[in-house]
Nanobody, 125 residues
Framework: QVQLVESGGGLVQAGGSLRLSCAAS????????MGWFRQAPGKEREFVAG?????????IYADSVQGRFTISRDNAKNTVYLQMNSLKADDTAVYYC?????????????????WGQGTQVTVSS
């Protein structure tokens, strides 16, 4: 079992930046690939970014955030981060972190076993 708690969301103007954090507790954090997803009102949950569990770090991004968002992790602190720059109104959503007990991340929502409660990000235009 892994418990995930997101933080760092808020209201920001278009063009601004936010850094989300996801703190994990429970089983060994470094055993899990991690992902960030988001869900806007009336839309399905969608993949944002993912990172491999340890070693040679692999990251993947949705095309919509490539070059603007950066995912990273600190296994010593049991935390995964999402640095979001050049934010747009379309980035407004509830952001969730998720964990899967495999080495590599994936873009598939159903491939993740554990989820946080989400943190709201609102970008004003």
């Amino acid at each position: 079992q892994v418990q995930l708690v997101e933080s760092g969301g808020g209201l920001v103007q278009a063009g601004g930046s936010l850094r989300l954090s996801c703190a994990a507790s429970g089983r060994i954090f470094s055993s899990y690939a991690m992902g960030w997803f988001r869900q806007a009102p009336g839309k399905e949950r969608e993949f944002v970014a993912g990172i491999s569990r340890s070693g040679s770090t692999t990251t993947i991004y949705a095309d919509s955030v490539q070059g603007r968002f950066t995912i990273s992790r600190d296994n010593a602190k049991n935390t995964v981060y999402l640095q979001m720059n050049s934010l747009k109104a379309d980035d407004t959503a509830v952001y969730y972190c998720a964990a899967r007990p495999f080495s590599m991340p994936t873009m598939t929502v159903t491939a993740y076993d554990y989820w946080g409660q989400g943190t709201q990000v609102t970008v004003s235009s």
